[in-house]
């Protein structure tokens, strides 16, 4: 990944106290810290989509393939950047939006198991350029498994974006196009990343404490 631009969370980062930016009331006793305030989410979404709209050629046009439920906030987000980029800029990248939901995860754990659960009809993608937008790459493993389903769809041109790519040792390798953040190998939420579908509702990413992890178990 070290060609493309991203932000490098350090390990020994300690992020910022939950009492000194805004956090539900009823997440206050589950989390650690904050990792990344929803600000400086904000702020590196504006640039990600940039780079996207910069290396699109003119009068192409792109499919969207948002990863649900995770990366529904980043997606919304990243596009709306894009969109004020269309609308203002000289010219503009044309963008349809088509969704695909996958499952892995249960508690902090992966399944070893990634099943496409729903999502829109995939042979729309035949001959587009296609772009997928997905919350964050722990292992690699979803990400190659669905990058083998696009595929088998004859796609003209696949690139991801994800905005957390975890430094792990468990990684296979796999790097995506465009990366928001780097971050250390612990388990995050906030943002529309979820604990069992808790803390959507949060708007930072934050790292979970033993607590949450307890209190929200299935
Ligand atoms: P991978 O297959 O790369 O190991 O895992 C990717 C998927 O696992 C992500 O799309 C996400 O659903 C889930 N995941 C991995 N790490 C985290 C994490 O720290 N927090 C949350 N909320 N989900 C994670």
Redesign the pocket.
């Known amino acids: 990944m070290d060609d493309i631009p991203y932000i490098k969370i350090p390990d020994d980062y300690e992020g910022y106290s939950l009492n000194t930016f805004c956090v539900p009331r009823h997440y206050e006793q589950d989390l650690e810290r904050i990792l990344v305030p929803q600000g400086v989410i904000a702020d590196r979404t504006e640039r990600l989509a940039r780079d996207i709209f910069d290396d699109m050629g003119d009068s192409s046009a792109l499919v969207v393939l948002c990863?649900l439920k995770?990366g529904y906030k980043f997606c919304s987000d990243l596009l709306n950047y894009v969109q004020a980029l269309n609308q203002n800029a000289g010219r503009s990248v044309q963008m349809r939006i088509d969704f695909i939901r996958?499952k892995?995860?249960e508690n902090d754990k992966?399944t070893g198991q990634?099943h496409v659960v729903g999502g829109d009809n995939l042979e729309n993608l035949e001959s587009k350029n296609v772009l997928i937008v997905?919350?964050?790459?722990?292992?690699?493993?979803?990400?190659q498994r669905l990058l083998k389903v696009v595929g088998g769809h004859n796609p003209k041109a696949v690139k991801v974006c994800s905005l957390l790519v975890?430094r792990t040792p468990r990684s296979i390798g796999y790097r995506p196009d465009y990366c928001g953040f780097e971050i250390p190998d612990?388990?995050?939420?906030g943002y529309a990343?979820?604990?069992n579908e808790y803390f959507r509702d949060l708007g930072h990413i934050c790292i979970i404490n033993e607590e949450g992890k307890r209190k929200y178990a299935i």
Do not use: A, N, Q, R
């Not at 612990?186 to 939420?189: E, N, P, R, S």
């Open positions: 990863v995770g996958l892995s995860y992966s990634i997905e919350d964050i790459i722990d292992t690699g493993h979803t990400m975890k612990k388990f995050v939420v990343l979820d604990y």
